[in-house]
């Protein structure tokens, strides 16, 4: 099991290499697409995942906010955060298409699971998704996917959701404790 320091590491080390192939997509070189991709699709898959509540639906935002990002990359400000750039396009986008059609209000919990296959979101796979997203509010779901599949740090969250550092901290222990122990009875 890794330690803080090595998650706070590989946290570091990734935030550089999104960076760096922002930067190269910025210059024309397309490959560097592939790199900004990998490094960002547990993030904006939760993301999507949480406002849409559609698997279908989430891909095809997926595939439209890379589409724009490649599009719009020379709006992109170096040295900023390319991340929370990305995220706020397929938050955008998600939100457009749900207000556009308000007919998201189940979740195909097989579906969820294929797609976590399809997908290969490092997730394990015993319906955790699944709990998440049936017993938690909307908020309390974004927050623990956002750090638990999307691996960001609670002051990340707490500036991207525009809450405090505390409210996001316990809103997740809490709804992490909630899940444990639904867990354990169902499982």
Do not use: C
């Amino acid at each position: 099991m890794a330690t803080k320091d090595e998650i706070d590491l590989e946290k570091i080390e990734s935030a550089k290499k999104l960076n760096k192939a922002m930067d190269k997509l910025r210059h024309g070189d397309d490959n560097a697409m592939s790199i900004v991709y990998f490094e960002t699709k547990n993030l904006v898959f939760s993301i999507v995942l949480n406002i849409l509540k559609n698997i279908e639906d989430a891909k095809d935002i997926m595939q439209e906010t890379y589409l724009q990002v490649y599009e719009s990359i020379n709006s992109y400000q170096p040295e900023t955060n390319a991340r929370a750039w990305i995220l706020k396009i397929a938050r955008n986008k998600a939100l457009n298409m749900y207000q556009s059609n308000k007919k998201y209000s189940y979740i195909d919990l097989n579906q969820i699971s294929d797609t976590i296959k399809e997908e290969k979101v490092e997730i394990e796979k015993n319906n955790l998704t699944d709990l998440i997203l049936k017993n938690l509010d909307e908020k309390n779901a974004k927050i623990v996917l956002m750090h638990t599949i999307g691996g960001l740090k609670h002051k990340e969250i707490a500036k991207m959701l525009e809450m405090p550092e505390g409210t996001v901290r316990y809103n997740y222990n809490i709804s992490i404790n909630k899940i444990k122990s639904l867990y354990r009875k169902e499982f």
